[in-house]
C-alpha cells in the first residue's frame, strides 16, 4: 500500500510540474546607447593601421529602429531558460571616420545580438500585487550587417558578419495585465567581441577592423505567456 501511494505522488508530481510551467513570448522597443571603444585592425587595399578610440552613437529611433524580442520557457520553480534577439546598432561619428579615412563606418541594419539565456522571476516579491521583477544574462554572438567604406575605394562592405561572442545581461520589472498578458520595462546591457573583415576593391585586399562593442538600452515591452 505505502509503494502504491509513493508510486502514485511520485506520478501526479511529474504531471504537475509541465502544468506549472509556461512559455513567454515578448517584444520590445526601447532607447539604446554604445559606449565608445578602442577600434584597430588595417584598412583595405594595402592601406595604413587602424588605431583610434571610436564615438559609437546609437540612434534609436533612426530607421531602421532598435528593437528585440525573446521566447522564454518558465519552469515550476520560476527559472526561465530560452533564446533573444536585439537589433542594436552603432554609428561611428563623422569625426571618428574622417580621421580614420572611412566615409561609411556603422553596423545599421543591426549590430544584432543572438543570446541563449538563463532567467529568474520573483512573483510575490511585492505582497501580492501585479508587478514581477525579473533578471538575466545571455551568452551567444554578434552577427551585424556591416556597412564600410574606405575613402577612395570603389568596393563597399555592406553584408552579414558573424564577428564574435557576446554577452547579456537584463534587470526588469512585469506588470500582469491579465492572465495571459503583461507590461515590462527593463535595462539592458550588451557586450560583444567583432572581428570585422573590410572587403578590398577588386584585386586588392581585405581589411580588418576589431572592437569591442558594449550597449545600454532601456526597454518597454509587451509579453503573452501560455
Not at 505505502?2 to 508510486?7: A, D, E, V
Not at 501580492?128 to 563597399?156: C, E, K, M, Q, W
Not at 506588470?175 to 503583461?182: C, F, G, K, P, V
Amino acid at each position: 500500500m505505502l509503494k502504491s501511494l509513493k508510486t502514485a505522488t511520485a506520478a501526479m508530481l511529474l504531471l504537475a510540474t509541465p502544468a506549472a510551467a509556461e512559455l513567454e513570448l515578448s517584444l520590445y522597443l526601447g532607447t539604446q546607447t554604445a559606449s565608445d571603444s578602442d577600434a584597430t585592425g588595417f584598412m583595405p587595399n594595402g592601406g595604413g593601421p587602424i588605431n583610434r578610440n571610436v564615438d559609437w552613437e546609437g540612434k534609436s529611433f533612426d530607421a531602421p529602429i532598435y528593437y528585440g524580442g525573446r521566447a522564454i520557457w518558465w519552469t515550476a520553480n520560476n527559472l526561465g531558460f530560452g533564446i533573444e534577439g536585439t537589433h542594436t546598432k552603432a554609428y561611428a561619428s563623422t569625426a571618428d571616420m574622417s580621421a580614420m579615412g572611412f566615409d561609411r563606418l556603422e553596423f545599421t541594419d543591426g549590430h544584432n545580438i543572438v543570446t541563449a539565456n538563463v532567467m529568474k522571476r520573483f512573483p510575490g516579491a511585492f505582497n501580492g500585487s501585479n508587478f514581477t521583477p525579473y533578471g538575466g544574462a545571455g551568452i551567444g554572438v554578434a552577427v551585424p550587417h556591416v556597412d564600410i567604406l574606405a575613402s577612395g575605394a570603389t568596393n563597399r562592405t555592406y553584408d552579414y558578419e558573424v564577428t564574435g561572442l557576446a554577452l547579456r545581461g537584463i534587470a526588469g520589472m512585469k506588470y500582469s495585465l491579465t492572465e495571459n498578458w503583461a507590461l515590462f520595462g527593463e535595462y539592458q546591457i550588451t557586450w560583444s567581441d567583432n572581428d570585422v573583415t573590410i572587403d578590398g576593391d577588386p584585386g586588392g585586399a581585405n581589411g580588418k577592423l576589431r572592437t569591442e562593442l558594449v550597449t545600454h538600452a532601456v526597454n518597454i515591452g509587451v509579453s503573452y505567456s501560455f
